[in-house]
């Protein structure tokens, strides 16, 4: 049997069987590209130009081997080697055989698991098996792919991982264990895994580990785990690197160590918005990959002193509202929203205050342009060439304050403040809070809804869940791009703590005596900041974006025309 001759150092071919079909398969290490289309016998006047061509197409891949046949052109399939999860010796079952082995000695196999685009960017593992009966061709294709594989230095190869057992439906465990560890396993990748003991466990553990060992930080669970790891890897790397996080105007040190997010929570749109649905096995097939996107974060103060971080919704009023009337309800579960969301609706509570911000001068985009984030988004690639500008100026000292410049204010009565620092697509809202932000531009988009009626909120917020309806078209909505931002309650807890006046004490008490009993028909005076689904005691606070601070193994929302409905992966 002649050894395989490459056409060129770079293209690989043969005739292998997959199924008991006969398929000529390619391996393009230039492209990185792996192909395999079925060559099929024709019939009658055909065979003979089928024949004439092949005779021609035979000089032309010379060295081809195993069994050669006719081939007719068909549909075949095509995989990017950067889409290959694993290539490995196949378990060569005697039942297996196609019936073409049955007289030859043990024949050869080797399966190449890869990613299988689904509907609505859901992500499947498929498997092909490719048989051949030359041992020698057999280890020159896993050599061959494996090398390729290999050069692939993006993937992980050690991962911590952190599993919430407590939130969303309480599943944590057993998703990480029944869908990702195995795809972990094929694809050779190590994970330390750490089960949660009690809330920020994760948080804590990040200040202590050695970070060096790993490749990156899984955390299964919701967007309030996610928050858990985001705090503990930025507090660590600001820590390593010696800024002082409690100034709201430093910059701070970007986290390179990319966090993959296994959804098992109950709003999951961190996942949702950056990958495009909220599937345990899609997004570990993104983690192993070694996908990258980079991701705006929003450092929250109160006074020179760090409250949070957030990346999907900061939300006062209705939002506000709804997270902590749904605290008590967590043995709801998701539901526990949709519970508390109900009783917030009839509520019908408003609150005020004054919002100051500064508009995003340079960006590129708007939140009402309908040019939604996705994968290798233009405007968020203009903005990390923007912010690399604004950087060397800083180095050398040619900006200028902008600190003070162009503050917007707008004094009201709130039904809900929301600054969002990605479009916060998730399953009950599947185009998001604001559809239009985007996930690493330096922005954030604020949305302010005004005081109106229950009937015109309802409608406002039925919008959301619509793919088709503008939930900003209200008179009682402005939406802003910004970069920073603050917020001041007429009634201030400072002010109420401060006064001696008896009216005041009294209100104090009396705005204690409504949230106690909730059936009393005044208006609480204040509500309380939605953070990624923590609730922050403050509620004055400012707000800064920094472009870009963190990566995450994700690739942004792919446009749908790369989705096959359950059709084979193709280019
Ligand atoms: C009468 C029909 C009303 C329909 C309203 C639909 C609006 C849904 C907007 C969803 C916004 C999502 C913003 C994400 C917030 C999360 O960070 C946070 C915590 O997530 P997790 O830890 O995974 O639970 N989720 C929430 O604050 C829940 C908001 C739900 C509001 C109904
Ligand atoms: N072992 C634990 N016990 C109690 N709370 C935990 C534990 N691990 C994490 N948490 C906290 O649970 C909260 C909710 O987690 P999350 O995964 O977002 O679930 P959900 O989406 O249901 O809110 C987070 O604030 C996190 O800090
Ligand atoms: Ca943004």
């Known amino acids: 049997m002649e050894p395989v001759q490459p056409l060129t150092p770079r293209v690989l071919c043969s005739v292998l069987s997959v199924k008991s079909h006969s398929c000529e398969v390619t391996l393009d290490s230039g492209r990185a590209l792996l192909s395999w289309k079925e060559v ?3 019939r009658g006047r055909e065979r003979s130009r089928a024949g004439a061509c092949l005779a021609q197409a ?4 010379r060295g081809l081997t195993g069994t050669l046949t006719h081939r007719l052109p068909s549909a075949g399939h095509i995989v990017p080697v950067s889409e290959i999860v694993s290539v490995g010796e196949a378990d060569v079952d005697e039942k297996y055989y196609g019936m ?8 050869h196999a080797f399966t190449v698991h890869y990613v299988q685009r689904m509907k609505k960017h859901r992500w499947r593992c498929k498997a092909v098996t490719f048989w051949c009966s030359d041992e020698q061709l ?3 294709w896993l050599q061959a792919l494996n090398d390729l594989l290999e050069q692939l230095a993006c993937r992980p190869k050690r991962l911590l991982v952190y599993i919430n057992p407590y939130g969303g439906k309480k599943k944590g465990r057993q998703i990480y264990e029944k869908k990702v560890a195995p795809l972990f396993c094929l694809a050779s990748i190590t994970a330390d895994v750490i089960v949660t003991e009690y809330a920020n466990h994760a948080r804590d553990n990040i200040y202590e580990v050695n970070l060096d060992k790993y490749d990156g930080i899984v955390c299964v669970g919701g967007d309030g785990m996610f928050s858990e790891v985001l705090h503990g890897l930025i507090g660590r790397i600001q820590k390593d690197s010696d800024v002082d996080h409690n100034n709201p105007k430093i910059p701070l040190s970007r986290c390179y160590m990319r966090i993959g997010i296994i959804p098992a929570g109950s709003t999951d749109c961190v996942c949702f918005a950056t990958v495009g649905i909220n599937d345990p096995v899609t997004s570990a097939l993104h983690i192993i990959l070694g996908d990258s996107q980079p991701l705006d974060v929003s450092a929250v103060h109160n006074k020179k002193t760090l409250l949070k971080y957030t990346v999907s919704l900061l939300g006062y009023g209705f939002y506000g509202d709804v997270l902590k009337g749904s605290e ?3 043995w709801l579960g998701p539901a526990r929203y949709d519970f508390s969301g109900f009783k917030t609706f009839l509520s019908h509570r408003y609150y005020e205050g004054t919002v100051s911000f500064q508009p995003a001068k340079w960006a590129v985009g708007s939140p009402r342009d309908n040019v939604c984030c996705t994968a290798g988004c233009y405007i968020c690639r203009q903005s990390s060439k923007q ?3 604004q950087q060397r100026a800083e180095t050398y000292g040619l900006q200028h304050n902008e600190q003070e410049e162009n503050w917007t204010t707008v004094k009201g009565k709130f039904m809900s403040i929301n600054i969002v620092v990605m479009s916060c697509a998730c399953p009950r809202s599947p185009k998001g809070l604001s559809p239009a932000a985007h996930l690493a531009d330096g922005t954030a988009d604020l949305i302010l809804v005004r005081k109106c009626s229950r009937l015109n909120f309802l409608r406002h917020l039925i919008r959301h869940t619509k793919s088709n309806s503008d939930q900003f078209d ?11 931002f603050q917020f001041t309650p007429k009634h201030s807890e400072e002010d109420d703590s401060e006064s001696t006046d008896l009216g005041n004490i009294g209100k104090k008490n009396f705005a204690q005596i409504c949230t106690d009993h909730p059936t009393c028909g005044c208006s609480q005076l204040n509500s309380v900041w939605n953070c990624d689904g923590e609730t922050l005691e403050q509620t004055a606070i400012e707000m800064r974006v920094h472009c870009q601070l963190i990566r995450l193994f994700a690739r942004g929302i792919e446009d749908s ?3 096959d409905d359950e059709m084979p992966s193709r280019v």
Do not use: A, G, S
């Open 328 to 330: 008590k309800n967590r």
């Open 474 to 484: 209200f008179p009682f909505v402005d939406v802003y791009r910004i970069k920073t």
């Open 100 to 107: 073409q082995w049955k007289h030859m000695c043990k024949p």
């Open 561 to 563: 025309h790369k989705e």
């Open 40 to 42: 099929r016998p024709r």
């Open 387 to 389: 912010l690399e500008e």
């Open 58 to 61: 035979f000089q032309r891949v």
């Open 138 to 140: 057999y280890c020159h």
